[in-house]
Protein backbone atom coordinates (compact mmCIF):
# COMPACT_ATOMS: atom_id res chain seq x y z
CA UNK A 1 0.00 0.00 0.00
CA UNK A 2 0.96 3.78 -0.48
CA UNK A 3 3.19 4.98 2.46
CA UNK A 4 1.59 8.07 3.43
CA UNK A 5 2.54 11.20 5.86
CA UNK A 6 0.11 13.96 6.08
CA UNK A 7 1.28 17.47 7.74
CA UNK A 8 -1.89 19.49 8.15
CA UNK A 9 -3.75 21.91 9.90
CA UNK A 10 -7.79 20.39 10.83
CA UNK A 11 -9.67 22.15 10.02
CA UNK A 12 -12.72 20.66 8.47
CA UNK A 13 -11.65 19.61 5.23
CA UNK A 14 -8.44 18.08 7.10
CA UNK A 15 -10.69 16.09 8.57
CA UNK A 16 -12.14 14.90 5.75
CA UNK A 17 -9.14 14.15 4.57
CA UNK A 18 -7.22 12.30 7.64
CA UNK A 19 -10.28 10.11 7.44
CA UNK A 20 -10.18 9.43 3.84
CA UNK A 21 -6.41 8.10 4.35
CA UNK A 22 -7.13 5.95 7.42
CA UNK A 23 -10.66 4.41 6.03
CA UNK A 24 -8.45 3.91 2.63
CA UNK A 25 -7.27 0.24 2.58
CA UNK A 26 -3.93 -0.37 0.82
CA UNK A 27 -2.91 3.00 2.51
CA UNK A 28 -0.04 3.18 5.39
CA UNK A 29 0.03 6.05 7.35
CA UNK A 30 3.23 6.65 8.85
CA UNK A 31 2.35 9.53 10.88
CA UNK A 32 0.56 13.19 10.97
CA UNK A 33 2.37 16.44 11.46
CA UNK A 34 0.49 19.56 12.50
CA UNK A 35 1.13 23.07 11.60
CA UNK A 36 -0.45 26.08 12.61
CA UNK A 37 -3.20 27.40 10.17
CA UNK A 38 -6.91 27.54 9.99
CA UNK A 39 -7.06 27.68 13.52
CA UNK A 40 -3.34 28.03 15.87
CA UNK A 41 -1.41 24.80 16.36
CA UNK A 42 -2.56 24.26 19.67
CA UNK A 43 -6.08 23.35 18.63
CA UNK A 44 -4.69 21.51 14.89
CA UNK A 45 -2.74 19.44 16.79
CA UNK A 46 -5.35 18.60 19.58
CA UNK A 47 -7.58 17.85 16.30
CA UNK A 48 -5.29 15.52 14.73
CA UNK A 49 -4.42 13.18 18.17
CA UNK A 50 -8.71 13.32 18.57
CA UNK A 51 -9.74 12.90 15.12
CA UNK A 52 -7.17 10.02 14.72
CA UNK A 53 -8.80 8.24 17.75
CA UNK A 54 -12.21 8.74 16.76
CA UNK A 55 -10.96 7.28 13.30
CA UNK A 56 -9.50 4.00 15.48
CA UNK A 57 -5.39 5.13 14.23
CA UNK A 58 -4.28 4.83 18.23
CA UNK A 59 -0.95 3.40 16.44
CA UNK A 60 -0.04 6.43 13.96
CA UNK A 61 2.11 8.83 15.95
CA UNK A 62 1.03 12.58 15.77
CA UNK A 63 4.18 15.73 16.31
CA UNK A 64 3.39 19.49 16.57
CA UNK A 65 5.57 21.67 14.45
CA UNK A 66 5.59 25.17 13.10
CA UNK A 67 3.49 27.88 15.16
CA UNK A 68 3.91 30.33 12.73
CA UNK A 69 5.41 31.00 9.01
CA UNK A 70 8.94 31.00 8.29
CA UNK A 71 10.14 34.71 7.78
CA UNK A 72 6.80 37.24 8.77
CA UNK A 73 4.29 36.43 11.29
CA UNK A 74 1.49 38.05 9.78
CA UNK A 75 -0.93 35.10 8.72
CA UNK A 76 -4.24 35.03 10.19
CA UNK A 77 -6.20 31.88 11.41
CA UNK A 78 -9.62 31.22 10.08
CA UNK A 79 -12.10 30.63 12.52
CA UNK A 80 -14.79 32.29 10.74
CA UNK A 81 -14.59 29.18 8.45
CA UNK A 82 -13.91 26.37 10.50
CA UNK A 83 -15.33 27.79 13.77
CA UNK A 84 -12.73 28.78 16.63
CA UNK A 85 -11.71 25.01 17.40
CA UNK A 86 -11.46 24.34 13.79
CA UNK A 87 -14.66 22.19 13.97
CA UNK A 88 -17.27 23.98 14.12
CA UNK A 89 -17.62 24.24 17.93
CA UNK A 90 -17.48 20.44 17.69
CA UNK A 91 -13.96 19.51 18.50
CA UNK A 92 -14.39 18.63 22.21
CA UNK A 93 -17.23 16.19 21.36
CA UNK A 94 -14.81 14.03 20.11
CA UNK A 95 -12.85 11.48 22.10
CA UNK A 96 -9.87 12.16 23.88
CA UNK A 97 -6.67 11.00 21.83
CA UNK A 98 -5.21 8.36 24.46
CA UNK A 99 -1.79 8.19 22.83
CA UNK A 100 0.81 10.79 23.75
CA UNK A 101 1.56 13.29 21.61
CA UNK A 102 5.14 12.70 19.99
CA UNK A 103 7.46 14.71 21.88
CA UNK A 104 10.23 14.51 18.95
CA UNK A 105 7.99 17.56 17.32
CA UNK A 106 7.44 17.51 13.17
CA UNK A 107 10.40 17.85 11.86
CA UNK A 108 12.80 15.27 13.48
CA UNK A 109 9.30 12.45 13.35
CA UNK A 110 9.55 13.13 9.22
CA UNK A 111 12.90 12.82 9.16
CA UNK A 112 12.85 9.58 11.80
CA UNK A 113 10.00 8.09 9.54
CA UNK A 114 11.24 8.57 6.09
CA UNK A 115 14.93 7.25 6.95
CA UNK A 116 13.31 4.39 8.66
CA UNK A 117 10.92 3.57 4.78
CA UNK A 118 12.10 1.44 3.01
CA UNK A 119 10.26 2.09 -0.15
CA UNK A 120 9.71 5.92 -1.22
CA UNK A 121 6.94 8.18 0.89
CA UNK A 122 4.28 10.30 -0.21
CA UNK A 123 3.80 13.48 1.69
CA UNK A 124 0.27 14.99 1.54
CA UNK A 125 0.89 18.83 2.79
CA UNK A 126 -2.84 19.93 3.39
CA UNK A 127 -1.51 23.35 5.02
CA UNK A 128 0.16 25.57 4.96
CA UNK A 129 4.41 24.47 3.99
CA UNK A 130 6.02 25.79 6.88
CA UNK A 131 7.05 21.97 8.34
CA UNK A 132 8.26 21.15 4.97
CA UNK A 133 10.19 23.77 3.92
CA UNK A 134 11.93 23.37 7.30
CA UNK A 135 12.52 19.36 6.66
CA UNK A 136 13.55 20.34 3.42
CA UNK A 137 16.04 22.92 4.49
CA UNK A 138 17.58 21.01 7.54
CA UNK A 139 17.55 17.69 6.10
CA UNK A 140 18.11 17.66 2.11
CA UNK A 141 19.66 14.30 2.02
CA UNK A 142 15.95 12.88 2.86
CA UNK A 143 14.66 14.13 -0.60
CA UNK A 144 15.47 11.03 -1.73
CA UNK A 145 13.56 8.52 0.41
CA UNK A 146 10.26 11.04 -1.24
CA UNK A 147 8.50 9.27 -3.83
CA UNK A 148 6.02 12.46 -4.34
CA UNK A 149 4.27 15.35 -2.34
CA UNK A 150 0.71 15.98 -3.27
CA UNK A 151 -0.16 19.58 -1.89
CA UNK A 152 -3.38 21.15 -1.36
CA UNK A 153 -2.51 24.84 -2.49
CA UNK A 154 -3.25 27.16 -4.79
CA UNK A 155 -5.16 28.48 -7.32
CA UNK A 156 -5.10 29.03 -11.09
CA UNK A 157 -7.33 31.50 -11.61
CA UNK A 158 -9.04 32.13 -8.63
CA UNK A 159 -8.08 32.67 -4.67
CA UNK A 160 -9.88 32.55 -1.70
CA UNK A 161 -7.96 34.24 1.23
CA UNK A 162 -7.47 37.30 -0.91
CA UNK A 163 -8.72 37.54 -4.50
CA UNK A 164 -5.37 35.86 -5.81
CA UNK A 165 -3.92 33.82 -2.85
CA UNK A 166 -5.19 30.85 -1.67
CA UNK A 167 -5.23 30.21 2.61
CA UNK A 168 -2.34 27.54 2.38
CA UNK A 169 0.13 29.21 0.03
CA UNK A 170 -0.91 32.98 1.43
CA UNK A 171 -0.21 31.85 5.04
CA UNK A 172 3.20 30.96 4.28
CA UNK A 173 4.39 32.32 0.85
CA UNK A 174 8.00 31.83 1.54
CA UNK A 175 7.59 28.40 2.62
CA UNK A 176 5.42 27.79 -0.37
CA UNK A 177 8.52 29.29 -2.86
CA UNK A 178 10.99 27.02 -1.92
CA UNK A 179 8.97 23.77 -1.85
CA UNK A 180 6.95 24.35 -5.08
CA UNK A 181 9.50 26.33 -6.92
CA UNK A 182 13.45 25.40 -5.54
CA UNK A 183 12.50 22.04 -4.79
CA UNK A 184 13.32 18.80 -6.75
CA UNK A 185 10.99 16.06 -5.60
CA UNK A 186 8.45 15.00 -8.02
CA UNK A 187 5.17 17.61 -7.31
CA UNK A 188 1.03 17.72 -7.51
CA UNK A 189 -0.45 20.92 -7.20
CA UNK A 190 -4.08 20.70 -6.13
CA UNK A 191 -5.36 24.20 -6.41
CA UNK A 192 -8.86 25.60 -5.48
CA UNK A 193 -9.62 25.62 -9.47
CA UNK A 194 -10.14 21.57 -8.93
CA UNK A 195 -11.28 21.40 -5.40
CA UNK A 196 -14.32 23.67 -6.26
CA UNK A 197 -15.42 21.33 -9.09
CA UNK A 198 -15.61 18.60 -6.46
CA UNK A 199 -17.77 20.12 -4.18
CA UNK A 200 -20.23 18.77 -2.63
CA UNK A 201 -24.06 19.64 -1.45
CA UNK A 202 -26.02 18.34 1.81
CA UNK A 203 -27.51 15.91 0.00
CA UNK A 204 -24.67 14.14 -0.34
CA UNK A 205 -23.58 14.83 3.19
CA UNK A 206 -27.00 13.32 4.60
CA UNK A 207 -26.14 10.26 2.44
CA UNK A 208 -22.50 9.98 4.60
CA UNK A 209 -24.46 11.02 7.91
CA UNK A 210 -26.56 7.86 6.80
CA UNK A 211 -23.91 6.00 6.16
CA UNK A 212 -22.68 4.86 9.82
CA UNK A 213 -21.28 6.28 12.58
CA UNK A 214 -18.09 7.71 10.95
CA UNK A 215 -19.83 9.51 7.99
CA UNK A 216 -22.57 10.43 10.96
CA UNK A 217 -19.29 12.34 13.35
CA UNK A 218 -17.80 13.41 10.05
CA UNK A 219 -21.05 15.11 8.80
CA UNK A 220 -21.16 16.91 12.74
CA UNK A 221 -18.28 18.84 12.44
CA UNK A 222 -19.74 20.46 8.89
CA UNK A 223 -22.01 23.24 10.08
CA UNK A 224 -20.39 26.61 10.55
CA UNK A 225 -18.19 25.28 7.53
CA UNK A 226 -20.93 24.78 5.00
CA UNK A 227 -22.37 28.01 6.21
CA UNK A 228 -19.68 29.70 5.09
CA UNK A 229 -19.96 27.78 1.61
CA UNK A 230 -23.23 28.43 0.82
CA UNK A 231 -23.23 31.74 -0.40
CA UNK A 232 -19.95 30.70 -1.98
CA UNK A 233 -20.80 27.82 -3.87
CA UNK A 234 -24.82 29.01 -4.64
CA UNK A 235 -26.03 25.84 -2.81
CA UNK A 236 -26.04 24.41 0.78
CA UNK A 237 -22.96 22.36 0.67
CA UNK A 238 -19.21 22.76 1.05
CA UNK A 239 -15.60 22.35 -0.52
CA UNK A 240 -13.52 19.48 0.59
CA UNK A 241 -10.58 21.16 -0.52
CA UNK A 242 -8.25 18.67 1.69
CA UNK A 243 -9.82 15.20 0.98
CA UNK A 244 -9.67 16.09 -2.56
CA UNK A 245 -5.50 16.53 -2.74
CA UNK A 246 -5.65 12.99 -0.44
CA UNK A 247 -7.43 11.44 -2.62
CA UNK A 248 -4.85 11.64 -5.23
CA UNK A 249 -1.86 10.55 -2.76
CA UNK A 250 -4.09 7.26 -2.06
CA UNK A 251 -5.03 6.85 -5.54
CA UNK A 252 -2.32 8.40 -8.06
CA UNK A 253 -4.09 9.55 -11.22
CA UNK A 254 -7.67 9.91 -9.67
CA UNK A 255 -6.67 13.72 -11.03
CA UNK A 256 -6.08 14.36 -14.24
CA UNK A 257 -2.74 16.83 -14.13
CA UNK A 258 -0.88 19.15 -16.57
CA UNK A 259 2.62 20.01 -16.10
CA UNK A 260 3.43 23.96 -15.82
CA UNK A 261 6.38 25.74 -14.25
CA UNK A 262 4.84 27.57 -10.65
CA UNK A 263 6.08 30.63 -9.16
CA UNK A 264 4.93 32.43 -5.78
CA UNK A 265 4.03 35.80 -5.10
CA UNK A 266 6.32 36.94 -2.19
CA UNK A 267 5.90 40.75 -2.56
CA UNK A 268 3.58 42.71 -0.34
CA UNK A 269 1.12 44.06 -3.07
CA UNK A 270 -2.43 42.74 -3.26
CA UNK A 271 -1.10 39.68 -4.55
CA UNK A 272 1.13 38.18 -2.09
CA UNK A 273 0.58 34.75 -1.46
CA UNK A 274 -0.71 33.96 -5.46
CA UNK A 275 0.91 30.82 -7.79
CA UNK A 276 2.18 31.78 -11.05
CA UNK A 277 1.09 29.19 -13.08
CA UNK A 278 2.49 29.70 -16.23
CA UNK A 279 0.61 28.16 -18.90
CA UNK A 280 1.83 29.96 -22.04
CA UNK A 281 3.18 26.60 -23.22
CA UNK A 282 7.01 28.12 -24.15
CA UNK A 283 10.09 26.08 -25.54
CA UNK A 284 12.41 26.35 -22.50
CA UNK A 285 14.65 27.79 -25.13
CA UNK A 286 12.36 30.60 -25.88
CA UNK A 287 13.58 34.37 -24.15
CA UNK A 288 10.53 34.75 -22.21
CA UNK A 289 10.73 31.49 -20.58
CA UNK A 290 11.08 31.00 -16.85
CA UNK A 291 14.05 28.75 -15.86
CA UNK A 292 13.39 25.92 -13.66
CA UNK A 293 11.76 23.25 -13.00
CA UNK A 294 7.82 22.36 -13.79
CA UNK A 295 5.35 20.44 -11.15
CA UNK A 296 1.70 18.83 -11.89
CA UNK A 297 -0.77 21.00 -11.51
CA UNK A 298 -4.24 18.79 -10.99
CA UNK A 299 -6.77 20.47 -13.47
CA UNK A 300 -9.93 18.16 -13.72
CA UNK A 301 -11.62 15.17 -13.09
CA UNK A 302 -14.42 12.73 -13.06
CA UNK A 303 -16.06 14.74 -10.77
CA UNK A 304 -19.10 12.01 -10.10
CA UNK A 305 -16.75 9.01 -9.99
CA UNK A 306 -14.53 11.12 -7.19
CA UNK A 307 -17.52 11.64 -4.72
CA UNK A 308 -18.34 8.12 -5.22
CA UNK A 309 -15.44 7.07 -4.17
CA UNK A 310 -14.98 9.57 -1.33
CA UNK A 311 -18.19 8.13 0.14
CA UNK A 312 -17.24 4.70 -0.55
CA UNK A 313 -14.46 5.02 1.34
CA UNK A 314 -15.69 6.57 4.01
C1 LIG B 1 -7.28 25.31 2.41
O1 LIG B 1 -7.30 26.28 3.45
C2 LIG B 1 -7.89 25.72 4.59
O2 LIG B 1 -8.92 26.54 5.04
C3 LIG B 1 -8.39 24.36 4.22
O3 LIG B 1 -8.20 23.45 5.31
C4 LIG B 1 -7.59 23.97 3.03
O4 LIG B 1 -6.39 23.32 3.39
C5 LIG B 1 -8.24 25.75 1.33
O5 LIG B 1 -7.86 26.98 0.81
CA1 LIG C 1 -6.05 22.39 5.64
Redesign the pocket.
Known amino acids: GTKLIIDT?P?V??AFALALATQSEDVDLLGVTTVF??VPLSHTTANARRLLQLFGCEDVPVAAGASRPLVYDNAKP?GF?HGEDGLSGHAGTLPEAKRPLDERGAVRLLVDLLEAADEPVTIAP??PLTNIALLLAAHPEVREKIGRIVI?GGGVTKG?STTAA???IWSDPEAARRVLVDGDIPTVLVP?DITHQCSVDTGWLGKLAASGPLGAALEALTPTYVEHYTPILGFPGMVM??AVAVAEAIRPGILHTESYPVDVECGFGPARGATLVDRRRLRSTDPQAVPGRTIDVALTTDVDAFREFVLGSL
Open positions: DGDDGNAVIGMNEFNLHD
